[in-house]
């Protein structure tokens, strides 16, 4: 009786522990909130087509158009002159840059002319027996002689005679040793071909100078050039004659040139085009880093967007009835940070803004303030 007792209680005992158990399940039970469904605010801007630039972003250093670096052709000692051999000194036009002695050479020069001379004066008692009709011309010709001068020209020769006479007295190659070595004397000075500076100088006064030595660097500080490489794919948007825009890195600085050359060859490596920019302006100087913007040409009935607004670089969003779609637009030109578009229609809904976790059909309404 007493065992049947105590399984009677602890079946009573479990039961209560179980309803127990429920009890406190039951009352820990909430009900599930209920959240209303959030709308997203998107910024539209309505479509309007127009003429779009393209406008293609590239970089280069600017160098002088006209430069050319100074050789010596001759030797010597170069002389002080009235200015400076020295970087950043400027010449005019014509003006000496340097002089290199040539007090030497021109002994020999005034020898030979001499020589020269003495050798149509002893022809001229010949040339009044054998050719009484040219003999004036030829004392012209020794009367207006100058050895301190250049050398005049030969007078004509009217006969075959008269040539084979003058010839074989060896006039003629007496003559053009002298203008030989006139020419030479010119090369132990180098003149400036136009206004310039001087940009590196490497001899000074006193110094020997030899045949084939560097002598340095002069440039023309009127106009420069700029070299910029554009992605073949854009060759054909290329013209010349556009305008150019370029800008400093810190844009404090700005100028304009234009296209005046495009090579006709793809680098092979880069696959780039080179084109070159011409620039006036009395604030450039040579190495100069500076950003061009090529007008390439216009592009009608597109709009240009930025391209964190592009899907796959292909779709946009647009807005239609308070809902977002997704169509197809065609792409033209694509810059950093933008890019150019067709074929959306005017008035179109278009998004101003990302819009993170955006899709199709989903339930959006417009920003009615300013974007």
């Known amino acids: 009786m007493r065992k049947i007792t105590s399984i009677i ?23 599930k909130p209920k959240f209303d469904k959030v709308v997203k605010t998107v910024f539209v801007e309505p479509v309007k087509n127009h003429d779009v630039p393209i406008i293609i972003t590239t970089s280069g250093n600017v160098t002088a158009k006209n430069k050319i670096e100074l050789y ?19 010449y005019n036009k014509g003006t000496s840059i340097l002089k290199i002695n040539s007090d030497e050479f021109y002994a020999n020069l005034q020898s030979q002319k001499s020589n020269f001379y003495n050798s149509i004066t002893s022809i001229m008692p010949d040339i009044r027996l054998d050719y009484p ?3 004036n011309k030829w004392q012209t010709y020794l009367q207006q002689f100058d050895i301190n001068k250049p050398t005049p020209k030969l007078p004509e020769l009217h006969s075959e005679q008269e040539k084979y006479f003058i010839s074989g007295r060896g006039i003629n190659t007496a003559y053009y040793n002298v203008k030989n070595l006139e020419v030479k004397l010119s090369k132990y000075s180098i003149r400036a071909p136009y ?4 940009t590196e100088a490497l001899v000074t006064p006193g110094s020997l100078v030899r045949a084939g030595q560097k002598l340095g660097e002069f440039i023309d500080t ?11 794919e854009f060759a054909d948007l290329l013209k010349l004659d556009n305008e150019v825009t370029l800008h400093n890195l810190d844009k404090s600085k700005s100028f304009v040139g234009k296209v005046v050359r495009i090579n006709g060859r793809v680098d092979a490596a880069s696959q780039t085009i080179n084109a070159y920019i011409e620039l006036k302006d009395e604030n450039l100087r040579e190495g100069m880093y500076l950003e ?13 967007v930025s391209r964190k607004l592009l899907v796959d670089n292909k779709q946009v969003y647009v807005v239609r009835d308070s809902v977002l779609d997704l169509i197809d637009v065609e792409p033209v030109y694509f810059s950093i940070d933008k890019a150019v578009i067709k074929g959306i229609e005017d008035e179109t809904l278009l998004l101003a803004k990302p819009t993170p976790g955006a899709y199709q059909g989903m339930k959006v309404k417009q920003y009615e303030g300013k974007k």
């Open 9 to 31: 209680l602890g079946v009573v005992l479990l039961a209560a522990a179980v309803f127990f158990a429920k009890y406190l399940i039951d009352s820990k039970t909430k009900p």
């Open 72 to 90: 010596s052709e001759v030797q010597g000692v170069l002389e002080p002159a009235t200015k400076d051999f020295k970087a950043g000194t400027t």
């Open 222 to 232: 009127d106009i420069y050039e700029m070299e910029v490489a554009v992605n073949a």
């Open 195 to 198: 206004s310039g500076v001087l």
């Open 133 to 135: 009709n040219e003999y």
């Open 292 to 304: 061009a913007n090529l007008l390439a040409r216009s592009e009608h009935d597109a709009i240009e």
